[in-house]
């Protein structure tokens, strides 16, 4: 079992930065590849970010290639999601998710979710 729970998100204006971050808890954290996705209002979840469980590979959707970098602690049970230059199409709720699967980008293969944070970019 993992809980995942979110925090870091605000009202930023574009351009600006933000660090998303994601407190795991249970004792396999540190085996799980490990996500990030977002939804915007009246779209379809989206993956962003994921990072495998030795923290050595990751992976970007191509929106947020170049600007956000996705990392984790594995001692302190962390994940992080570090966004520059944000953009007002960032806007949406974030989303931290476990996986026991590979590298993927697929939400399907996520089986734990936390609750969300809501990152609010204004132009």
């Known amino acids: 079992q993992v809980q995942l729970v979110e925090s870091g998100g605000g009202l930023v204006q574009a351009g600006d930065s933000l660090r998303l971050s994601c407190a795991a808890s249970?004792?396999?954290?540190?085996?799980?590849?490990m996500g990030w996705f977002r939804r915007a209002p009246e779209k379809e979840r989206e993956f962003v970010a994921a990072?495998?469980?030795?923290?050595?590979?990751?992976r970007y959707a191509e929106p947020v290639k170049g600007r956000f970098t996705i990392s984790r602690d594995i001692a302190e049970n962390m994940v992080y999601l570090q966004m520059n230059s944000l953009k007002p199409e960032d806007t949406a709720v974030y989303y931290c998710?476990?996986?026991?699967?590979?590298?993927?980008?697929?939400?399907?293969?996520?089986?734990?979710w936390g609750q969300g944070t809501q990152v609010t970019v204004s132009s």
């Open positions: 249970g004792r396999t954290f540190s085996t799980y590849t």
């Open positions: 990072i495998s469980w030795t923290g050595d590979i990751t």
């Open positions: 998710a476990a996986s026991s699967s590979g590298l993927t980008g697929e939400g399907a293969e996520y089986r734990y």
